[in-house]
């Protein structure tokens, strides 16, 4: 599936932690470590694990400017 | 101010594209191009430009992961 | 590319309406209408167009619920 | 109240699930299962329950195109 | 329909501004002003003018906090 | 930091429960009440506790209006 996301970012998983019902997946992306708040559903459906690629992906209207 | 969002990217402004309400601003972070829609208000109160300085900030709940 | 999302939802585009540079994309999903706001650029990116098959994609943190 | 989110999905709850402070909630919109992460003070408040009627709830911009 | 969102603040318009297919919609809430980017089309549906009472809704996984 | 999220409100956190991996912040912000959902390591991190001033801050693409 290709999605209208405009932000596909290639990384790899560097942290996984499973909450409750949340789960916390750290990627690194390029030098940048990015964080995903995903429900632990996800994390076991797609095999998301530490040492694995991964995207994280951003729609762009969730982007914020800081200057 | 210091921000709870997890993600915060520090980038270059590449484009700024202003439409009749939002505008969509593309940073350089690190090779990556990350695209923002922002308020057109944002822009200009925050004088945002191609070359200048800028940082992504997303909170990690606007965070997917793609594998 | 699978996603962490947990709605994936199978329709097809009924309406496309571009604005300067949001474009509202309107799928019928088994009978309900849904309405995605996205970039005029992934609308041209991905082809989107009155008539083809498309999956309104939602992340679970973006879902509330009415009674 | 009226709310300006495009998009009420009428649907029945068919599963709830609490966390420490985020719960999921499944409903059935006909035919599609939709998930809503919402905090478990909204479910007890509103008396979210399996069987129960209720719509998702989707601001537009908060929905993705997948082609 | 009341809904899951934590954040219903009353309120009263201030400013519409409409653009290609996005609205910004200002509220005086209690002294401090809200903006909301929302579709023209549910200003016009909801009848949206300056002056009239409304509510601001958020979900709470939509709120930051800055220090 | 200045950010280009329209909604930056100043109150007083009234209340934080932890999660597993997610935090309730409760903020009085001019006598409306602002309920976040973030991290517990944001929390941490910017030392996030009951009597402290603190900003609200909501991008305004996540806020809908309701009548």
Do not use: Q, Y
Not at 4 to 17: D, H, W
Not at 34 to 42: G, K, L, M, S
Request: no cysteine; charged share 20%.
């Amino acid at each position: 599936m290709k999605i209208s996301a405009r932000n596909v970012l290639k990384g790899k998983v560097i942290e996984v932690t499973k909450g409750a019902t949340t789960s916390h997946v750290r990627l690194d992306v390029g030098g940048n470590v990015i964080t995903a708040a995903i429900t632990n559903e996800a994390v076991d459906e797609l095999g998301i694990a530490v040492g694995k690629d991964a995207f994280a992906v951003i729609k762009s209207s969730d982007v914020m400017i800081g200057i």
